[in-house]
């Protein structure tokens, strides 16, 4: 059986629970929860599965998968129905544009490393790193809303009218802005999406609440 380390509140490791789902496949879930306690000896063996250190890392036999884009590629090239790509090489590229821009643009600048970063090394206050968050969340959701108001390829979904990895990666990143309290009325199209795709089991057995290990951390834990 696949083996996924994960963290529930993770946009990263959230994105690959939703492919799992959509593509019924049953894995066991790892928490990295000593991980993020800096506990030194879960810390050394985890580097040596993941030498990033973070999540998610799929295990596949002696596998050791990281990155969420380069797992869920894997898993449709292993696992290839249902498909979460499209057929024709266009709307693939569409897909992986969307996946890319969330994946690439606007998540790495609101991960846990900045915020520690911020925390040990600048002297920021606290609605100075919500501003830093809010900015770079918003620019990359104008650009996301554009992109799919002016895509003829768009339809109930970000591509056509089954999920893909598009709203794989859309559904989690929604979710961190609404942590993050931005405002989403700009975004209809965006806000459209995301309601579909919770409506769908897969999305909704993905969910960060949801997870085996959301209970081992309590409401006094990081932002």
């Known amino acids: 059986m696949l083996e996924l380390y994960s963290y529930y509140r993770s946009t990263a490791s959230y994105r690959v629970r939703i492919a799992l789902a959509l593509k019924k496949i049953p894995y066991k879930y790892k928490s990295v929860y000593k991980l ?4 030194p000896e879960f810390t050394e ?12 890392t799929l295990i596949d ?4 998968i990281g990155q969420s884009l380069a797992i869920i ?3 449709e090239e292993c696992y290839p129905q249902p498909s979460l790509l499209p057929n024709d090489a266009l709307s693939r590229a569409y897909v ?3 996946a890319q821009l969330i994946a690439c643009d606007i998540h790495p600048l609101n991960v846990m490393r900045i915020r ?3 925390n040990s090394n600048m002297s920021l206050n606290f609605a100075q790193k919500m501003a830093w968050y809010r900015h770079w969340i918003s620019e990359g959701l104008q650009a996301l809303e554009k992109i799919l108001s002016h895509s003829k390829l768009r ?13 794989a990666f859309l559904v989690p990143q929604v979710y961190n802005a609404e942590r993050f309290q931005c405002p989403l009325e700009p975004y209809p199209i965006i806000c459209q999406i995301n309601q579909l795709c ?6 909704i057995a993905a969910q960060p609440h949801l997870q085996p290990d959301a209970s081992e951390y309590s409401s006094t834990d990081e932002y």
């Open 61 to 64: 036999g002696n596998a050791h």
């Open 116 to 118: 520690r970063y911020f």
């Open 198 to 203: 919770m409506e769908q089991p897969a999305f």
């Open 45 to 56: 063996e985890y580097s040596k599965i993941n030498p990033q250190k973070l999540v998610p």
């Open 73 to 75: 590629e894997y898993l």
């Open 96 to 98: 992986r544009q969307i």
């Open 36 to 39: 993020r306690k800096n506990d």
């Open 155 to 167: 339809g109930s979904f970000c591509c056509g009218d089954e999920p893909t990895i598009a709203d």
